[in-house]
């Protein structure tokens, strides 16, 4: 069963930077998608940034310019590096990935998520 574990999160001054990290176990395969949603208290998950493993991204666009992803296919390992940083972006992060296999479809795994909090 494949697992994500997250870096932490933590507290960051508006304008500041954190860097998030996700590495998956339990798998020898290399996943597809990896990357982060957030969720805002009252408000639904949102896709923030994603990559294939053929490196393709997507952001949503209240972070292009300021977040960046990236990862490892070896290590099976994301990155997602944000810079400037708004009220805004404070959220519970979550690491998601996906694998699609023949014999199974398309599996999703999510991290347990993590707090980011910027002050203003």
């Known amino acids: 069963q494949v697992q994500l574990v997250e870096s932490e999160g933590g507290l960051v001054q508006a304008g500041g930077s954190l860097r998030l990290s996700c590495s998956a176990s339990?798998?020898?395969?290399?996943?597809?998608?990896m990357g982060w949603y957030r969720q805002a208290p009252g408000k639904q998950r949102e896709l923030v940034a994603v990559v294939t493993s053929g490196g393709n991204t997507n952001y949503v666009d209240s972070v292009k310019g300021r977040f960046t992803i990236s990862r490892d296919n070896a290590k099976n390992t994301a990155h997602l590096q944000m810079n400037s940083l708004k009220a805004e972006d404070t959220a519970v992060y979550y690491c998601?990935?996906?694998?699609?296999?023949?014999?199974?479809?398309?599996?999703?795994?999510w991290g347990q998520g993590t707090q980011i909090t910027v002050s203003s």
């Open positions: 339990g798998t020898s395969l290399r996943l597809d998608t």
């Open positions: 998601y990935a996906d694998l699609y296999r023949r014999i199974f479809g398309r599996s999703e795994y």
